[in-house]
Protein backbone atom coordinates (compact mmCIF):
# COMPACT_ATOMS: atom_id res chain seq x y z
CA UNK A 1 0.00 0.00 0.00
CA UNK A 2 1.43 2.97 -0.66
CA UNK A 3 2.49 6.01 1.92
CA UNK A 4 0.85 9.31 0.97
CA UNK A 5 0.88 12.64 3.34
CA UNK A 6 -2.08 13.78 4.44
CA UNK A 7 -2.01 17.48 5.16
CA UNK A 8 -2.33 18.30 9.39
CA UNK A 9 -5.66 20.01 8.68
CA UNK A 10 -7.20 17.44 6.30
CA UNK A 11 -5.98 15.04 9.43
CA UNK A 12 -7.53 16.97 11.94
CA UNK A 13 -10.84 17.67 10.06
CA UNK A 14 -11.26 14.12 9.77
CA UNK A 15 -10.65 13.14 13.11
CA UNK A 16 -12.82 16.01 14.34
CA UNK A 17 -15.67 14.73 11.77
CA UNK A 18 -15.45 11.01 13.54
CA UNK A 19 -15.32 12.57 16.70
CA UNK A 20 -12.28 10.56 17.63
CA UNK A 21 -13.80 7.03 16.86
CA UNK A 22 -12.93 4.67 14.44
CA UNK A 23 -15.63 4.96 11.82
CA UNK A 24 -15.89 1.32 11.03
CA UNK A 25 -16.22 -0.65 14.33
CA UNK A 26 -16.07 2.48 16.87
CA UNK A 27 -13.37 2.21 18.64
CA UNK A 28 -12.23 5.40 20.44
CA UNK A 29 -8.85 6.58 19.49
CA UNK A 30 -8.57 7.70 23.33
CA UNK A 31 -7.72 4.48 24.63
CA UNK A 32 -6.85 2.67 21.82
CA UNK A 33 -3.24 1.40 22.37
CA UNK A 34 -2.78 1.36 18.71
CA UNK A 35 -2.48 3.67 16.37
CA UNK A 36 -4.84 5.15 13.94
CA UNK A 37 -4.91 5.43 10.41
CA UNK A 38 -6.28 8.21 7.36
CA UNK A 39 -7.58 5.52 5.52
CA UNK A 40 -9.00 5.70 2.27
CA UNK A 41 -12.25 4.92 1.16
CA UNK A 42 -11.29 4.41 -2.32
CA UNK A 43 -7.90 3.27 -2.31
CA UNK A 44 -5.22 5.02 -4.08
CA UNK A 45 -4.56 2.21 -6.19
CA UNK A 46 -8.04 2.30 -7.51
CA UNK A 47 -7.62 5.92 -8.60
CA UNK A 48 -8.93 7.53 -4.54
CA UNK A 49 -7.77 10.85 -3.98
CA UNK A 50 -6.84 12.28 -0.45
CA UNK A 51 -9.71 14.32 -0.30
CA UNK A 52 -12.17 15.01 2.86
CA UNK A 53 -14.58 13.36 1.21
CA UNK A 54 -12.06 10.26 0.43
CA UNK A 55 -10.75 9.68 3.85
CA UNK A 56 -12.13 7.96 6.79
CA UNK A 57 -10.61 8.18 10.20
CA UNK A 58 -9.94 3.86 10.92
CA UNK A 59 -8.32 2.30 13.37
CA UNK A 60 -5.11 0.15 12.71
CA UNK A 61 -7.31 -3.44 12.99
CA UNK A 62 -9.89 -1.58 10.55
CA UNK A 63 -7.53 -0.16 7.94
CA UNK A 64 -4.98 -3.76 8.01
CA UNK A 65 -8.28 -6.20 7.03
CA UNK A 66 -9.86 -3.55 4.73
CA UNK A 67 -6.17 -2.78 2.59
CA UNK A 68 -7.56 -2.03 -0.62
CA UNK A 69 -11.00 -3.75 -0.75
CA UNK A 70 -13.69 -1.86 -1.56
CA UNK A 71 -16.15 -5.00 -1.77
CA UNK A 72 -16.50 -8.26 0.58
CA UNK A 73 -18.75 -11.54 0.26
CA UNK A 74 -22.29 -10.77 2.30
CA UNK A 75 -21.89 -13.95 4.63
CA UNK A 76 -24.93 -14.12 4.34
CA UNK A 77 -26.14 -14.29 0.57
CA UNK A 78 -22.55 -15.25 -1.08
CA UNK A 79 -23.19 -11.65 -2.71
CA UNK A 80 -20.26 -9.09 -3.47
CA UNK A 81 -21.16 -6.29 -1.59
CA UNK A 82 -19.24 -2.81 -1.59
CA UNK A 83 -18.02 -2.07 1.81
CA UNK A 84 -19.45 0.07 4.24
CA UNK A 85 -18.72 3.69 3.04
CA UNK A 86 -18.48 6.48 6.10
CA UNK A 87 -18.95 8.98 3.26
CA UNK A 88 -21.76 7.97 2.01
CA UNK A 89 -23.55 5.26 4.77
CA UNK A 90 -24.80 6.07 8.08
CA UNK A 91 -23.36 4.04 10.51
CA UNK A 92 -26.94 2.97 12.36
CA UNK A 93 -27.99 2.29 9.01
CA UNK A 94 -25.93 -0.84 8.69
CA UNK A 95 -24.60 -1.41 12.32
CA UNK A 96 -26.72 -2.38 15.47
CA UNK A 97 -25.23 -2.85 18.81
CA UNK A 98 -25.99 -6.72 20.44
CA UNK A 99 -28.10 -6.76 23.36
CA UNK A 100 -24.88 -6.29 25.64
CA UNK A 101 -23.24 -3.51 23.26
CA UNK A 102 -20.13 -5.78 22.66
CA UNK A 103 -20.99 -6.74 19.07
CA UNK A 104 -21.60 -5.15 16.32
CA UNK A 105 -24.29 -6.77 14.02
CA UNK A 106 -24.11 -6.00 10.28
CA UNK A 107 -27.67 -5.10 9.48
CA UNK A 108 -27.55 -4.90 5.80
CA UNK A 109 -25.34 -6.90 2.96
CA UNK A 110 -23.36 -4.38 2.79
CA UNK A 111 -22.44 -4.21 6.90
CA UNK A 112 -22.31 -8.00 7.00
CA UNK A 113 -19.53 -7.75 4.07
CA UNK A 114 -18.03 -5.07 6.70
CA UNK A 115 -18.04 -6.81 9.76
CA UNK A 116 -16.52 -10.11 8.18
CA UNK A 117 -14.21 -8.26 6.18
CA UNK A 118 -12.66 -5.92 9.24
CA UNK A 119 -13.34 -8.07 11.79
CA UNK A 120 -14.84 -5.49 13.73
CA UNK A 121 -15.49 -8.02 16.77
CA UNK A 122 -11.84 -8.77 17.27
CA UNK A 123 -11.13 -10.24 20.55
CA UNK A 124 -9.59 -7.25 21.50
CA UNK A 125 -12.40 -4.76 20.59
CA UNK A 126 -14.51 -6.59 22.63
CA UNK A 127 -12.48 -6.72 25.39
CA UNK A 128 -11.92 -3.08 25.21
CA UNK A 129 -15.79 -2.29 24.74
CA UNK A 130 -16.32 -4.92 27.95
CA UNK A 131 -13.98 -2.25 30.03
CA UNK A 132 -15.78 0.66 28.56
CA UNK A 133 -19.07 -0.64 29.31
CA UNK A 134 -17.94 -1.21 32.86
CA UNK A 135 -16.89 2.73 32.74
CA UNK A 136 -19.97 3.63 31.34
CA UNK A 137 -18.02 5.04 28.47
CA UNK A 138 -20.02 2.39 25.83
CA UNK A 139 -21.64 2.15 23.56
CA UNK A 140 -20.39 5.52 22.00
CA UNK A 141 -23.68 8.04 21.42
CA UNK A 142 -22.13 9.94 18.11
ZN1 LIG B 1 -11.94 0.03 13.61
Known sequence: MPKVHVPLL???????RAKGYCEYCQL???????SFNFEHIIP?????????ENLAFSCGGCNAHKK????????????????????TDIWSDHFQWSDDDLLIIGTTP???ATVR?????????VNLRRL????????PTL
Open 110 to 112: TSR
Open 28 to 34: PVAFSPA
Open 117 to 125: LLKVNREGN
Open 44 to 52: LVKQGLTTL
Open 132 to 139: LKMAELHP
Open 10 to 16: MQRAVIQ
Open 68 to 87: DKIEALDPLTRQLMPLFNPR
